[in-house]
């Protein structure tokens, strides 16, 4: 769909670990792929085969020429070259259409990345092609945890102010890691990241099944003993043992948040209750994980996966109202 001239190219971006969302303005978000650039490799030299979807089905699977990389780590460029290019081609995505205007984008940032770590995403932004690059802070609310790819962010706020704020390095792909370790250390097994994430998506919980034990899924790997492909049949009870780490860290990151809190803010949060977005929120069970810790009501937003883009996109519809928010300083 090409857009007219009436409609604005400046856009927003949920710039994630995992996850990319683009949001246009006036259009609300119109791109979701993974945050993965796949190359093809010649005589030392790169050049970029597949972005974003096409890109994710490479990881773990490529051949030697070809080298599938995820730019973003912990909710920050890890990778400033891929991270450029795979900005430009979902903007070029988004827009789809040439124009000699460049857009105006602002790209929501973990709380806390450090002043390196902004200048690095928003020169990347600037090379990509935007006339002005902002950034924004997340999250926005109440009592917010956004548990994403790289990071797990905590806020509290009222009346527009932040009252506290932290982000935690733990998140969907520390979880990946969790199991990974966990088939390696108890079943010999070795896997890859994508079946590690099938695992999660598919029976991952937050908390110990009932009878131990819970669904269960047949997951294929190398036998790290005599290095033959192995089939197991794993339990969410495994997987529950598995995740137990980064859960708690993201527990206690909560239980941080409210004993820093002012008292009478604190009850307010314990009338309201908490809101979980991200893609770890969708986590079996997360929510109960945290009520149990907290006694807090823990509700989950409706589209976790899209809650940061959409709000980035806001800020963008609204500019003028909340420019306190946006860092446009270079």
């Known amino acids: 769909m090409a857009f007219g ?21 006036g259009k609300g978000i119109i791109l979701n792929e993974p945050s993965v650039v796949a190359y093809h490799v010649k005589d030392g030299k790169k050049q970029v085969l597949a972005v974003g979807e096409d890109a994710k089905l490479m990881l773990g699977r490529t051949p030697g ?6 730019p973003m780590h912990d909710g920050v460029i890890a990778d400033f070259d891929s991270a450029e290019e795979m900005i430009k081609h979902f903007i070029r995505k988004a827009i789809r259409r040439t124009t000699l205007s460049k857009p105006k984008i602002i790209v929501c940032v973990p709380h806390g990345a450090t002043p390196v770590e902004k200048r690095a995403i928003r020169q990347s932004v600037l090379s990509a092609g935007a006339r002005k690059a902002g950034l924004i802070t997340e999250p926005t609310g109440n009592m917010v945890v956004d548990i994403g790819g790289g990071t797990t962010e905590v806020a509290v706020l009222s009346l527009g102010d932040v009252v506290y704020a932290r982000s935690v390095r733990v998140g969907g792909d520390r979880m990946d890691e969790a199991i990974i370790n966990y088939l390696r250390r108890h079943h010999n097994l070795l896997i890859g990241q994508a079946t590690a994430e099938r695992v999660k998506t598919s029976i991952g919980t937050a908390r110990m099944p009932d009878d131990g034990r819970g669904a269960t899924m047949l997951v294929r790997g190398r036998d790290l003993l005599n290095g033959i492909p192995k089939e197991v049949e794993i339990t969410q009870g495994m997987v529950a043992e598995a995740l137990a780490e980064p ?10 948040a409210l004993e820093a809190t002012p008292p009478d803010l604190g009850a307010d949060i314990v009338d309201r209750g908490v809101m979980l977005t991200g893609g770890g929120a969708m986590l079996g069970e997360m929510d109960l994980a945290l009520r149990e810790q907290t006694g807090l009501m823990i509700g989950i937003a409706e589209n976790p996966m899209s809650c940061v883009a959409l709000g980035t996109g806001k800020a963008l519809e609204y500019e003028k109202q909340l420019r306190h928010v946006i860092d446009y300083d270079s």
């Open 5 to 25: 001239g009436l409609f604005s190219t400046d856009i927003a971006i949920d710039l994630g670990t995992a996850n990319t969302l683009i949001y246009v303005k």
């Open 65 to 70: 020429s070809i080298e599938a990389i995820r």
């Open 247 to 256: 859960v708690q860290q993201i527990c206690e990151s909560v239980m941080n």
